[in-house]
């Protein structure tokens, strides 16, 4: 089996890809490769991560998630910090999307910058309280900075999906692509922004813009995934 995150480099740009074959989901493995790919992504002007053909991630691993609390509970750790990370990078973060961003998927969307989707089908959401489960701190966090005040409480409370092109308008992504010009658009609009914006003041005003909810989140995260349960 191919590796399920991978890194390449194309000029000032640094591409990690998520792709385990199935449905992208994020486990300790995944989470672990991801966070190396950042390490080593370290001198990039640019980050970009895209997911595979259909799925750009279904969310947590749900086989971690039902082996337990305490599996459950280390997993959305490993997950908010891992959102933390790029909500907070000393570069602009790129998404791209095809097909399914659900749970923790729609997260690591939020987490991004720059998301643009592909026009293929799939649903872009957080339907955590229509599947057992609660948002996270965090998860609120980064849903009340990203999506649009109208959709908010529909989008988190009431568990709402919506397709790529309902979820412009909500604010989980910024524009829609047809799918065969998804990478190249992604890929121009990076490299747009490393060769335009200055590092230094990119990395200052995102501190200036994001570390207190960063703070804030990271403050209580003891708390936050303590209170984290599984219904069934």
Do not use: W
Not at 54 to 75: C, N, P, T
Not at 197 to 203: H, L, Q, R
């Amino acid at each position: 089996m191919s590796e399920p995150v991978t890194l390449e480099s194309d000029g000032d740009i640094a591409v990690i890809r998520i792709d385990d074959g199935k449905a992208n989901a994020l486990s300790h493995d995944v989470l672990d490769r991801l966070n190396t790919a950042v390490d080593d992504a370290d001198d990039a002007k640019a980050l970009v991560l895209f997911g595979r053909e259909g799925k750009f991630s279904a969310g947590f691993d749900l086989a971690v998630m039902k082996a337990g609390i305490e599996a459950a509970h280390a997993l959305t750790r490993r997950g908010a910090e891992f959102c933390m990370r790029l909500y907070g990078h000393k570069a602009p973060v790129l998404a791209g999307s095809d097909g399914h961003a659900l749970a923790a998927g729609a997260l690591v969307l939020l987490s991004c910058d720059i998301r643009i989707a592909s026009d293929s089908p799939g649903k872009i959401g957080l339907p955590e309280t229509t599947i057992g489960m609660p948002l996270p701190v965090f998860a609120t966090e980064l849903a009340r900075d990203r999506l649009s005040r109208r959709h908010y409480t529909r989008a988190t409370l009431l568990g709402s999906t919506y397709s790529p092109a309902e979820a412009v308008d909500v604010g989980y992504v910024d524009e829609i692509v047809p799918l065969a010009e998804l990478e190249s658009t992604v890929i121009d609009r990076a490299t747009a922004y490393a060769d335009a914006i200055s590092p230094t003041g990119f990395a200052t005003t995102r501190v200036n813009a994001r570390q207190a909810t960063i703070d804030h989140v990271l403050a209580g995260l003891d708390a936050d995934v303590g209170e984290f349960t599984v219904d069934g």
